[in-house]
């Protein structure tokens, strides 16, 4: 079943490269000036960047969080509920600060909102 979707879903993918339209790249391409093509660059090198860090400093702060809930459950066993609830609530919250990064990372990858004020 689960190889079944992965083909349905790789072929869906393939078909919209096989049906792209050419004149459309080239039109992009071709307005293209040499300032926005180095605007395009840093938009992905930030980006990218950004999601790095994010997901590095994301998996300390998730690291420290586990360790001290572990600590504590060591500590005083009879609370455990109450620490794992408090450190679940914790990750998630700590996990959607790089999703948020993530978001950002993808609209301007792809939106491009500030586009107008540098490409004339």
């Known amino acids: 079943m689960f190889r079944r979707i992965i ?24 307005a293209a000036a040499p300032f926005s093509v180095n605007y395009f660059v840093w938009t992905v090198i930030v980006s990218g960047l950004g999601i790095a860090f994010a997901a590095a400093f994301c998996g300390l702060a998730q690291s420290m969080v586990v360790s ?35 978001f950002i990372g993808i609209i301007l990858l792809f939106v491009n909102p500030f586009m107008k004020y540098f490409i004339q």
């Open 68 to 102: 001290k809930a572990v600590e504590g459950i060591s500590r005083q066993p009879e609370a455990t509920p109450q620490i794992q609830l408090a450190m679940m609530i914790g990750l998630a919250f700590i996990e959607s600060l790089v999703l948020y990064t993530l």
């Open 7 to 30: 083909s349905v879903c790789s072929f869906m993918l393939m078909t919209g490269l096989v049906f792209a339209q050419e004149k459309a790249a080239t039109a992009v391409v071709q």
